[in-house]
């Protein structure tokens, strides 16, 4: 079975800081693997994915995220933690048990990032 | 460049009545459309999702319907509402024809249920 797992509900960390956000996933063949994070109230917002090619992929607001297909993982980074960073934090992989493009994702439980100032 | 609507931003309800959430895609054609409900402000477990007008996939079985009667127009309904509706909905679109694609969230709807 695929599934997406996100094994801290919350990392705090100091602004200034680097900042991890842990996510590992299970599926069969290469996996589409994508990292959202969602404001109060507000919607998911896309950061980056992966899908082929280098092991580091760069995203939106200064994050990065490295694929490692040895253990399975594929970490939210950044290497200097804002305190606008302050959200909750998707890791999503690509849902291929269906035949055809239904686009479908399974995410994980979701990470609160908290960073003091 | 795509957007994606929903409306309206919060509702309360009472038990028993009918509900309507709409949500509309622009700068896009033939989406894939997902319904999603997040409760308490964590997971989020996908309701329905469609490939096409009149094409309804429902994930969970449950006291709600979808339906797409546009190419862009996706709605949530249902004809009583429970308690255990409330929730926050949140639609998504993404484009068909590349499956690497991600999906792309409206700000969503404060369900809550009295």
């Known amino acids: 079975a695929q599934s997406v797992a996100q094994p801290e509900d919350q990392v705090n960390v100091a602004e200034g800081n680097p900042l991890t956000v842990k996510c590992t996933y299970s599926v069969s063949g290469n996996p589409y693997l994508f990292w959202y994070v969602q404001y109060p109230n507000r919607g998911l917002q896309f950061l980056l994915k992966y899908i082929t090619g280098d092991n580091l992929v760069k995203g939106s607001y200064g994050f990065e995220a490295e694929f490692n297909k040895s253990q399975t993982s594929f970490h939210l980074k950044k290497p200097s933690a804002l305190v606008s960073d302050s959200a909750l934090y998707f890791c999503a992989v690509r849902d291929k048990s269906w035949r055809g493009n239904t686009g479908k994702l399974i995410f994980g439980q979701g990470t609160t990032l908290q960073v003091k100032p | 460049s795509q957007t994606i609507h929903q409306w309206p931003a919060t509702l309360v309800q009472p038990v028993g009545s009918p509900l309507s959430l709409e949500c509309t895609v622009e700068?896009?054609?033939?989406?894939?459309l997902y319904w999603y409900r997040q409760a308490a402000g964590r997971g989020l477990q996908l309701l329905f999702y469609s490939v096409g007008i009149g094409q309804i996939s429902s994930e969970v079985p449950q006291n709600l319907s979808a339906s797409r009667p546009q190419d862009r127009q996706f709605i949530l309904s249902s004809k009583k509402l429970l308690l255990s509706d409330s929730g926050f909905y949140l639609c998504?679109?993404?484009?068909?024809?590349?499956?690497?694609?991600?999906?792309?969230f409206g700000d969503g709807t404060r369900l809550s249920i009295l």
């Open positions: 998504a679109w993404s484009r068909p024809d590349r499956s690497f694609q991600p999906q792309h």
């Open positions: 700068g896009t054609s033939n989406p894939n």
